[in-house]
């Protein structure tokens, strides 16, 4: 993967850096593991969408945006304030769970598989979150 690939996109929600050069072992902290973990959760979808193929099982991931609900509390008084200052620009529980929501139950979607949505529409991830080759094998 080169450079530039590894650099994109560290600001667009659930399209975060590659995880995935094992012979690059790293281990990320902070930011950039929940980053990880992101990338982590829509190559896995679509790596599951893959193998359920066929099966009448759909699988598929999406970003709630940023919602109040005291994710990232007790991690630091910094983390705190931030959480805190981005409260009143922050979604309800209710506004996070719609697509989630959507997603279980409507017919739009119910033969959706593999996709990554948010606002109930769907998205095109990063060129890392496509790259089925730092997938799961």
Known sequence: MSQRR????LRRPGYHRSP???EKLRIAV??????ETKLANILLTTEL????DGTGVMANCFHPGLVATGF??????LM???MTILRP?????????????????????AHVSGVYFFDQEQRL?????????IGFA
């Open 6 to 9: 590894a650099r994109h996109h």
């Open 20 to 22: 995935a050069q094992p």
């Open 30 to 35: 902070g930011f950039g593991r929940y980053c």
């Open 49 to 52: 969408a893959r193998r359920l």
């Open 72 to 77: 990232n509390r007790n991690n630091g008084l």
């Open 80 to 82: 705190d304030l931030g």
């Open 89 to 109: 620009v922050s979604r309800s529980p209710k506004k996070g769970a719609e697509t989630l929501v959507w997603l279980a139950t409507s017919p739009d979607v």
């Open 125 to 133: 991830p990063s060129l890392e979150a496509q790259d089925t080759e």
